[in-house]
C-alpha cells in the first residue's frame, strides 16, 4: 500500500533505465548532460550492479590482431573498423567524463602473445601484417597517431617478462588498464551527481504502455525507457536474441610481476594484466560454450583448472603464487558481434549485446542511444 504523495512523487520519470551497469549509467549520465532538469532513474536488480561491469578484467582495449583479423572475416572490413571507431572513441569521452585518475588508469599499453598450440594465428597474423596496418591506418579516429598501432616484439622482450614458450608477440602503446571497481562507483557517483536516482534490488519482469513492473507490486512510469540488462536480457525479454556468455577470472595474492600491461591470446578468449603487484588472469569460455551460456554467477572446475595451467606454463612458469580470489561475470553476446539498438515499443530502447568489450563501448552507445531516444 503506497500513499499518495509516494505514487505521485516516486513512480513517475522522464527517463527510466533499467540496468545500472556501466552502459545504463552512461545513459544516465549522457541524458543528463543534456538535459539537466530531467527526473531520471535506474532500476537495478542487484543492490549494486552485479552484471558484467563489477566483474570485469579492467582492459581498455579495442581488439587485437588476431581478433581483428578474425572480425573482418565474420563480418568485413567496414563492419569491423566502425566497431574500433566505436570502442576507441567511446574510452576516449569515459576518460573524459571521469578522468584519467578517477577510472585508475595505467597506461602500460597492450601486447597479444601467440602460444605454440596457436600457431595458425601467429601464422595468419605474419600474413596479413602489412594489411592489418594499413587497414587500421585508414579508420579516421587512428589517423592522428603518430606511432604504429601495433609492432612487432623480440623473443628477447618477451622472455624478458618471464614468459615461456611463447612464439609471437604483438605491442600497441594505445591500451591502458583500469580499476574496474573505482570506475564503476566514480560513474555512479558522477550520475548521482548529474540527477539520477539509482534504486537497487528492483528486478524488472515486464514493460509494456511506458509502465515498468519490478518485484511483485511495483510500477513505475516513464515517458522514456531505456533496456540496458545486456547477458540477463532473455529472463525478461526471451525474443531478444542476446545470449549469456560466463566469464570467469581468478587473481593472485600479492607477489612479485614481471610484466606490466594487459595481454591477450587465443584471439581474445584469455586475457590478463597485472593489477598492481598481483596478475588477474581470465578467459577459456570456448572449452565449454554450451556450460558457459548461462546467467548462473559461479565458477567450474574445468576452466578454472585450465587458468591454473595457463598461469603455471607460460605466464608463471616456475614462479611460486598463490591464488586469491576467483569469480564469474556475464557478458551478452549476438550471433554477429554487432550491439541490438531498436525500440521494443514507441518509446521503448533496447541496447544490448556488447559482446566482451562493453568498457570500452558504453560511453559511445550512450550517445546513439540518447540520439535515437529522442527522436522516438
Ligand atoms: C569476466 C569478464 C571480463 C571482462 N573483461 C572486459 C574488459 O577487460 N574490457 C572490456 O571492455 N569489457 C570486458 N568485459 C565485458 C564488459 O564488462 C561488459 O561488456 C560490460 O560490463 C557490459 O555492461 P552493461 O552495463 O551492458 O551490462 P552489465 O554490467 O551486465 O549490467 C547489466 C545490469 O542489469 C541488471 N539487470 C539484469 N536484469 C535486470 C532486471 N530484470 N531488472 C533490473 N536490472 C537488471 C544487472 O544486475 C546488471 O547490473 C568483461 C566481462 C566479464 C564477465
Not at 560513474?187 to 539509482?198: D, I, P, T
Request: glycine share 8%.
Amino acid at each position: 500500500m503506497f500513499s499518495f504523495w509516494e505514487k505521485n512523487s516516486f513512480f513517475k520519470y522522464d527517463y527510466a533505465i533499467v540496468g545500472g551497469g556501466i552502459l545504463g549509467l552512461s545513459v544516465a549520465c549522457e541524458i543528463l548532460e543534456n538535459e539537466s532538469n530531467a527526473e531520471v532513474v535506474i532500476l537495478e536488480k542487484d543492490v549494486f550492479p552485479q552484471g558484467a561491469s563489477t566483474r570485469n578484467a579492467g582492459f581498455a582495449c579495442f581488439g587485437s590482431p588476431s581478433e581483428i583479423l578474425s572480425d573482418i572475416q565474420l563480418n568485413g572490413e567496414n563492419a569491423t573498423a566502425k566497431l574500433i571507431a566505436k570502442r576507441f572513441y567511446g574510452l576516449e569521452k569515459l576518460k573524459k567524463r571521469l578522468g584519467s585518475a578517477e577510472i585508475g588508469e595505467e597506461n602500460n599499453g597492450g601486447y597479444e602473445l601467440f602460444l605454440p598450440e596457436n600457431g595458425e594465428l601467429w601464422e595468419k597474423a605474419l600474413e596479413n601484417w602489412h594489411y592489418l596496418q594499413d587497414f587500421l591506418q585508414e579508420i579516421p579516429i587512428f589517423q592522428q597517431q603518430k606511432q604504429p598501432i601495433f609492432s612487432q616484439l623480440s623473443t628477447q622482450n618477451i622472455q624478458n617478462m618471464g614468459f615461456e614458450q611463447i612464439i609471437g608477440a604483438t605491442f600497441t602503446p594505445l591500451e591502458s588498464g583500469l580499476d574496474t571497481g573505482l570506475m564503476i562507483h566514480n560513474l555512479w557517483k558522477k550520475a548521482s551527481q548529474l540527477g539520477a536516482r539509482f534504486l537497487g534490488n528492483m528486478n524488472v519482469n515486464h514493460i509494456e504502455n511506458n509502465e515498468i513492473k519490478a518485484n511483485e507490486n511495483l510500477i513505475f512510469q516513464a515517458k522514456k525507457i531505456i533496456i540496458c540488462t545486456n547477458g540477463f536480457t532473455k529472463d525478461f525479454l526471451p525474443n531478444v536474441p542476446v545470449q549469456p556468455a560466463r566469464g570467469q577470472i581468478v587473481l593472485t595474492e600479492e607477489m612479485q610481476v614481471r610484466f606490466k600491461g594487459n595481454f591477450h591470446f587465443n584471439e581474445g578468449y584469455y586475457y590478463f594484466r597485472n593489477y598492481k603487484n598481483r596478475v588477474l588472469l581470465g578467459g577459456g569460455r570456448q572449452l565449454d560454450k554450451i556450460g558457459e551460456t548461462t546467467t548462473e554467477k559461479k565458477c567450474t572446475d574445468l576452466i578454472q583448472n585450465d587458468l591454473i595451467q595457463k598461469l603455471d606454463t607460460y605466464i608463471l612458469p616456475n614462479q611460486p603464487y598463490k591464488i586469491d580470489m576467483r569469480w564469474a561475470g556475464i557478458m551478452g553476446f549476438t550471433p554477429d558481434k554487432q550491439t541490438i539498438l531498436k525500440f521494443l515499443e514507441k518509446n521503448t530502447l533496447l541496447c544490448v549485446g556488447l559482446n566482451g568489450m562493453g568498457v570500452a563501448l558504453s560511453s559511445s552507445l550512450a550517445e546513439d542511444v540518447y540520439q535515437k531516444i529522442i527522436t522516438a
